[in-house]
């Protein structure tokens, strides 16, 4: 059974950091291109940061840039998601995808996690 487990999320205040973690199985995560999207009510789902399978590089959504960083273990088959300096609108639920494309494409959501930020 694939599943693509998000956790780390919660109420932190504008400044603050958390860290989002996505945990993987059922499927082989280390052949997965793996990203976070996040959606803000009344907003459609976007793309905030994305890393590859081959060689790590990385790629986020320009309202992130410098506060939030990517990374993967695939050891620990886990992508994580550090978000520093978060703002108001950043509150989001954030989600998990994986995604592998070879003539065909397989993609994998997680159920989201809630991130709220407020003072």
């Known amino acids: 059974q694939v599943q693509l487990v998000e956790s780390g999320g919660g109420l932190v205040q504008p400044g603050g950091s958390l860290r989002l973690s996505c945990t993987g199985s059922?499927?082989?995560?280390?052949?997965?291109?793996m990203s976070w999207y996040r959606q803000a009510p009344g907003k459609e789902r976007e793309l905030v940061a994305a890393?590859?399978?081959?060689?790590?590089?990385?790629n986020y959504v320009d309202s992130v840039k410098g506060r939030f960083t990517i990374s993967r273990d695939n050891a620990k088959n886990t992508v994580s998601l550090q978000m520093n300096s978060l703002k108001p609108e950043d509150t989001a639920v954030y989600y998990c995808?994986?995604?592998?494309?070879?003539?065909?494409?397989?993609?994998?959501w997680g159920q989201g996690t809630q991130v709220t930020v407020s003072s």
């Open positions: 890393i590859t399978n081959t060689d790590g590089r990385t």
């Open positions: 995808n994986a995604r592998y494309c070879s003539g065909y494409c397989v993609t994998h």
């Open positions: 059922g499927f082989t995560l280390r052949s997965f291109a």
